[in-house]
């Protein structure tokens, strides 16, 4: 049956664009979080086979021989994710977006751009810096990461601060749907709804392209950085910054902890206070405006600003969070949004965390809204060390644990996350999304196993958290030794 | 698994540190032609690790396409400048390369060119004593240069020296050394490979004879500063030689580009020549990323009477790669092919007439990728451009 259904993707998209070598199947086998080989006992990670189609035509034909087969399909473009959005569970096909990589004309009044899933965030700004336009937000990942990728799954970045999330920013999307159907859908359409397939991680389709929103690039664009030593003050601090208002494109906060962490990395900038960095966007009278404000903040609260060029500095270091994976030689790490006014509770109880486990945490916090901030706690681990590994591995739920009991949601579901779906999702979201799961994936062949609930290879639903999982994992592969 | 031969060359965390973010893979050229996850350095890097997991009683074989993948690179170390984590790139894909060597696992094509480097001192398998024939037509002028004492010595390095097509940039860079007076000497038949695909493999031990053999007889010859067109003689002298041999080579390495900006600067080169025209500088990786050299050709370019210098979308520690580099032109000459297309085009998109480089590799591939795929658009080394101006 192998063979069969090999031979007919191939005769779709050609030799050339199938693979079923041991090594490619390896390869995609996993996203970017290292994960134990004893999780294999539970999952087949393994996909069959791997297949690059290059065009919505050849999505809906692939989807088609993959339900003729009963085939499980996991749709993926970079892999760049860590929760497991494209791990296989149950083996199939995992069907790559790579080809689909094309950028089209910024429309006519200057407001949107239709592009391919596979596009790259950063050549997709490039693109549209040389034609005078830029995007609404964009992912800290954009070197690596694409339009569909983050429309699938996460959708807060840098920007969103001011835009919203990337569902806001979209007008329309074409869809493939597990039946081989291609859809229009229209920010508009009532059904289906183009919510549906927003940050539903594959479950319902695969996305091809993307119609999303642009905006004319900004006349000026500044960025400033203050520096807060101890945490207590950081949450009136966001909330006040916050209120800068419309040239406020983005604020971020990078805790003390991981400050220490980047500044043993460089022979430049020594600091092991947190630092609050903004970056001011707009008009020249808007920027120098909201320049003026921020600087009296700083004064009245006789705080230390940051030089405007360490602060540039930093700022054109935002695509490289991981750079502290060098002190591990690995770095975890897990996200939860959480509400702006526990900001400073969270970043206590997480650095109590790691001080409680004896691990080197690392925290950037991005206001996401005036109400929320999504914060990315990173922290060093040694994949080498096999057990020690799988019980630092056991720390992204404590973390996700302490963003839920101020209220917050875990940021992405996946795998690792799916035990939190219904909370994530909301009861009846999460009812109405099954109930569309069930229509336009009638055989459950999209990305199965994971996001409504985490399931085993052999079908059987994991009901308790990730950390059980692991642990029993842990304990099986003791057994086994 | 242990791997002694990879271990010399980088840190044994080193392969650790990736984070598979996959940055990596925007900026390569290999994975830009294949686009599958085996030919991107965050795959390589994925089984190297599965590799280093191995206990001794899992040795197991090495896979086959792995093999393959390792020497579909053409060592730009784009990857580097992305990576989240800086991984030292260059060095872990020589070190890897070493490794699969020391398994007798190097393709066909490694093993005849690292033979004939080893056996013959030049990559062609030529008879060394022909070192000059690139001179053939200004033999009187050449032959005295050869062997005489002379504190600048002209390192022709076995690609000019033994191609033809591009005979034209030593004869063009002996004319710009007369015309600005300097006192030159040449090895001739004493010059052998620099060992530069050598190190490309990670055959460094098999270098360290080529490299005393070149410094001795430059110091035979009183050389003090070593002066050579070619941007992967520069590297190997410049940045390999000093860490193969544990110690300061005792003589200044110049590229030829940057000679000329000396030259230029201290009066000695003038131009007697004007022409408007406009060109674009391709930067050679191993003499920008590797080597740090952005500006100097870009000063001499600027220096020339009527010329305008525009960039290509990709430049300096950016630039794209022309596919030559790394033994790929051997082991997927099709592969190095269309990459050095991709490049052509980029150059196309600036409206430039013309492609200048300061890299004898990459003018032999973007001559030949223009010239196959029918483009219309002059490439020259920076030496050949020049001597036109004087």
């Not at chain 1, 996991?74 to 199939?92: D, F, I, N, Q, Y």
């Not at chain 1, 790559?96 to 200057?110: A, E, F, P, Q, R």
């Not at chain 1, 020690?388 to 101020?406: A, C, N, P, Q, W």
């Not at chain 2, 393709?107 to 690292?114: H, T, V």
Request: charged letters at 25%; hydrophobic letters at 40%; one cysteine or more.
């Amino acid at each position: 049956m192998e063979t069969t259904l090999t031979s007919q993707l191939e005769r779709i998209v050609g030799t050339e664009d199938v693979a079923v070598s041991s090594l490619e199947r390896k390869l995609y086998s996993h996203d970017a979080a290292p994960i134990p080989g004893v999780l294999s006992l539970f999952f087949k990670t393994l996909p069959d086979l791997i297949v690059r189609p290059d065009s919505a035509g050849e999505v809906a034909e692939v989807l088609r021989i993959a339900s003729e087969h009963k085939s499980p399909v996991v749709p993926r473009a970079a892999g760049s994710w860590s929760l497991g959005g494209v791990t296989p569970v149950k083996g199939g096909i995992v069907l790559d977006v790579g080809k689909l990589k094309k950028i089209g004309d910024v429309s006519s009044d200057g407001s949107s751009v239709e592009v391919d899933a596979g596009v790259v965030w950063k050549d997709l700004m490039r693109r549209l810096d040389e034609k005078g336009s830029a995007v609404l937000s964009y992912p800290t990942s954009a070197p690596s990461s694409t339009v569909g990728g983050w429309v699938s799954t996460g959708g807060y970045g840098v920007g969103s601060l001011r835009h919203g999330h990337v569902a806001d920013q979209i007008e329309a999307l074409e869809v493939v749907t597990a039946q081989g159907e291609v859809l229009s859908v229209a920010r508009d359409s009532v059904d289906p709804k183009m919510e549906w397939f927003v940050g539903t991680e594959g479950q319902f389709g695969v996305i091809t392209k993307v119609r999303l929103r642009v905006r004319k690039k900004p006349a000026a664009s500044i960025v400033r950085g203050v520096y807060v030593s101890g945490r207590d003050d950081l949450t009136e601090l966001v909330r006040d910054f916050a209120k800068l208002g419309t040239p406020l494109y983005a604020l971020k906060v990078l805790d003390s902890g991981l400050v220490t962490l980047r500044s043993m990395l460089t022979s430049g900038h020594k600091e092991d206070r947190s630092l609050v960095l903004l970056v001011i966007e707009g008009s020249a009278e808007e920027v120098s405006g909201a320049a003026s404000a921020f600087e009296k903040i700083v004064a009245q609260k006789g705080l230390e600003p940051c030089a405007d060029e360490l602060a540039e500095a930093e700022w054109q270091e935002r695509y490289w969070p991981m750079r502290i994976g060098r002190l591990g030689p690995t770095v975890l790490g897990a996200e939860t949004v959480i509400p702006v006014d526990r900001l400073t509770s969270v970043l206590r109880e997480m650095v109590l965390l790691g001080a409680k486990h004896d691990a080197q945490i690392g925290i950037e916090a991005h206001v996401i809204s005036e109400d929320s901030v999504l914060v990315l706690v990173m922290y060093l681990a040694d994949e080498r060390k096999s057990l020690k590994y799988v019980t630092r591995l056991s720390l992204v739920r404590e973390i996700v644990k302490i963003g839920l009991s101020h209220g917050g949601q875990p940021y992405g579901i996946g795998l690792w996350n799916s035990v939190y779906a219904r909370r994530s999702l909301g009861k009846e979201y999460y009812t109405e999304l099954r109930r569309l799961k069930a229509r336009f994936d009638p055989q459950g062949i999209m990305n199965p196993g994971k996001f409504f609930r985490a399931e085993t290879r052999f079908g059987i639903p994991i009901t308790r958290a990730p950390y059980a999982v692991v642990m029993n994992a842990l304990n099986v592969a003791r057994r086994l030794q | 698994m242990k791997t002694p031969e990879l271990d010399k060359f980088v840190d044994e965390t080193e392969p650790w540190v990736c984070t598979q973010c996959g940055y990596c893979r925007t900026v390569c050229p290999i994975f830009e032609q294949v686009g599958w996850e085996s030919a991107s350095p965050r795959g390589k890097l994925y089984y190297i690790k599965e590799l280093l997991r191995r206990t001794e009683s899992q040795q197991g074989v090495i896979d086959d396409e792995f093999v393959k993948r390792i020497f579909q690179c053409t060592l730009c170390v784009r990857c580097e400048g992305i990576c989240q984590t800086k991984i030292d790139m260059g060095r872990l894909w020589q070190g890897i390369r070493a490794e699969l060597g020391s398994r007798g696992l190097w393709p066909k094509e490694i093993q005849d060119l690292f033979d004939a480097t080893v056996t013959q001192h030049n990559l062609y398998a030529m008879p060394n004593e022909q070192r000059t024939v690139w001179a053939m037509m200004i033999e009187d002028e050449i032959l005295p240069k050869v062997g005489k004492v002379a504190e600048v010595g002209y390192f022709v390095g076995c690609v000019a020296a033994f191609t033809g097509r591009i005979a034209g940039i030593p004869e063009s860079t002996v004319a710009i050394l007369d015309a600005a007076g300097v006192d030159y000497t040449i090895l001739g038949p004493d010059e052998w490979c620099c060992g530069n695909p050598l190190f490309f493999v990670g055959g460094h031990s098999a270098a360290v004879e080529l490299a005393e053999h070149n410094l001795e007889k430059l110091r035979e010859l009183g050389v003090r500063t070593l002066v050579t067109n070619c941007a992967g003689c520069f590297r190997s002298f410049r940045n390999e030689y000093p860490q193969l041999l544990g110690r300061d080579i005792g003589i200044e390495v110049v590229h030829f580009s940057q000679y000329l900006a000396r030259l230029i600067e201290e009066g000695k080169l003038t131009f007697t020549q004007s022409k408007a025209i406009t060109v674009t500088y391709h930067d050679p990786c191993e003499l920008g990323r590797h080597c740090g050299i952005y500006d100097e050709p870009r000063y001499v370019l600027n220096s020339l009477p009527g010329v305008t210098l525009v960039e290509m979308a990709n430049s300096r520690a950016e630039s794209e790669c022309c596919g030559g580099g790394g033994l790929v032109k051997g082991t997927n000459p099709d592969m190095s092919l269309d990459i050095a297309a991709g490049r052509v085009d980029q150059a196309v998109g600036t409206g430039a007439s013309e492609i200048i480089s300061s890299c004898v590799t990459c003018r032999l591939q973007m001559s030949e990728a223009a010239r196959t795929k029918d483009v219309e658009i002059g490439i020259r080394d920076i030496a050949e451009f020049v001597a036109d101006f004087i």
